[in-house]
């Protein structure tokens, strides 16, 4: 952890120390992962312009730029930074982010920082600021208050956008976090390229690209189809992914390795859980400790599993999906992770009030639309949207949604702005407590979860993040108003 951290103060020394308090490690001498052992997959760190410790300040340029996604051929991508995925920005919990932000693309932007509770007008969505038009700038600055696996992509013509490489990870770092093992950022993606290797157009296919959602033919991690990444066998990393695809699931495997997922969308989980697949839905994040055995060596892969979004009951073939090179145990090591790993708050929902939120098919001159309570939004070509406000809530309010999929397939719902922990899918409670912004909502199934409005009022938006579907009307806007504007 931390080998290429800016200015971390979480060292090993400190972490030991902790560990003295909840155990101590097991087997003698500690490993460590072989010598540049990321460097397959790292991402750039961008310069921090802010002497102040606890302050990441940067620029941030959106350009076409080009890049190498299949080895050997030049992809020309709409990039953060000159790159797919973009910067990785990691700070710690608490600090401020200033991001000078630049629009050199062809049309407007905005940046969403996805899962990040921060201030309502530097949420970067058309609700809360003018679209950043070519040639121009913004500056984001808010604080981070939560640690954990984050990211940010574009809110304007998201789906095009965002199938053309506009992402980037954004970690949050909890000087106390108890989980003492190295750390690699891989931020999972799809592209579409045509034979050339080229961009193909983001409304590939028109309307059917919508609805059911586009998936580029080209897996990436990091930005890079089958990369390398070298593995201690015997000794656990720890990966932090995030789904930054447009409509993709993601299911991982790592053969013959023991995973344990210990963090979800926004910071570690109650309970560390042990997993065969790791399964992520476009936005979700996972942090999953991957410990091959002792006796693991040579090369392997880490596989992408068919994860059946349209629950065909039918598996494609699996795909590798990033090369793993073990290199020989040295010692045994693995942590003790504290039980619980993190303390939340007792859920008190005696006085929650319910919202209930349908997502639904609409005819629209004759095609089929998506919609949020029988509503249809839209956004113009300007990445201007109009809302109408018939979703209201108040600071202070504890809120029970309960989210109703009357369509024959999945949606990834996703609620800007304020957290919320998951109670059941479908009746069934969810496995273990944890703080979320995206949830799956299955096909014909319902999803309860429970929400508690800090004091950030304003306006936020909600949505499928099957970015094709939000762009045919799966979004809406949720108005939160000051507790003095309560009736
Ligand atoms: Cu990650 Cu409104 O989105
Ligand atoms: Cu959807």
Redesign the pocket.
């Known amino acids: 952890m931390g080998s290429r951290r800016t200015r971390g103060i979480a060292t090993g020394a400190v972490l030991l120390g902790l560990w003295g308090c909840t155990g101590e490690p097991s087997g003698s001498e500690r490993s460590s992962q072989p010598d540049q052992w990321d460097e397959g997959v790292a991402l750039p760190l961008p310069e921090d312009l802010n002497p102040d410790p606890h302050v990441l300040e940067v620029n941030l340029e959106a350009r076409v730029a080009t890049v190498e996604i299949r080895p050997g051929v030049l992809t020309e991508a709409w990039t953060y930074d000159g790159g797919v995925p973009g910067p990785l920005l990691r700070a710690q919990r608490g600090d401020r982010l200033i991001v000078h932000f630049t629009n050199h693309l062809p049309e407007p932007t905005l940046v969403?920082w996805?899962g990040i509770q921060l201030d309502n007008g530097m949420d970067g969505?058309a609700a809360v600021q003018e679209p950043v038009q070519p040639g121009e700038s913004f500056t984001y600055d808010f604080v981070l208050p939560d640690a954990g696996t984050f990211?940010y992509?574009p809110?304007a013509n998201?789906s095009a956008q965002v199938g053309y490489g506009l992402y980037g990870p954004l970690i949050v770092d909890d000087p106390a976090d108890p989980i003492d093992v190295e750390d690699v950022v891989l931020v999972f993606s799809d592209m579409s390229l045509d034979e050339a290797g080229q961009l193909r157009p983001g409304d590939d296919d028109g309307w059917f690209g919508d609805y059911f959602g586009r998936e580029g033919a080209a897996l990436l991690v990091n930005g890079k189809t089958q990369p390398r990444l070298r593995v201690r066998a015997g000794l656990p990393q720890r990966w932090r992914l995030i789904n930054a695809s447009r409509a993709r699931f993601l299911e991982l495997e790592v053969p013959g390795a023991a995973v344990q997922r210990v963090a979800g969308d926004v910071g570690l989980i109650e309970r560390a859980e042990t997993l065969e697949t790791l399964r992520l839905v476009t936005?979700e994040r996972g942090e999953i400790l991957v410990t091959l055995p002792g006796s693991a060596e040579g090369e392997m892969d880490a596989l992408y599993r068919d994860p059946d979004r349209f629950r065909l009951g039918v598996r494609q073939p699996d795909v590798p999906l990033m090369q793993l090179d073990v290199l020989p145990r040295q010692g045994e090591w693995s942590p003790r992770l504290p039980d619980p790993l993190r303390s939340l708050p007792p859920l008190d929902l005696a006085g929650a009030k319910h919202r209930h939120v349908e997502l639904g098919e609409m005819n629209v001159d004759g095609l089929v639309h998506l919609s949020i309570n029988g509503e249809v939004h839209q956004e113009d070509a300007d990445g201007h949207h109009h809302h109408e406000t018939s979703h209201v809530a108040y600071v202070g309010d504890t809120e029970v949604w309960e989210v109703v999929n009357t369509t024959g397939y999945d949606h990834p719902f996703?609620l800007?702005g304020f957290a919320f922990e998951v109670l059941d899918v479908g009746g069934e409670p969810w496995p273990v407590r944890e703080l979320k912004d995206s949830v799956n909502v299955p096909a014909r199934e319902t999803v309860r979860f429970a929400v508690t409005y800090d004091d950030r009022p304003g306006l936020w938006?909600f949505?499928c993040?099957i970015l094709d579907h939000?762009g045919l009307g799966m979004m809406a806007v949720l108005e939160v108003r000051p507790a003095s504007e309560r009736p």
């Open positions: 969403h996805h969505t990211w992509h809110h998201s936005s996703h800007h938006m949505h993040h939000a």
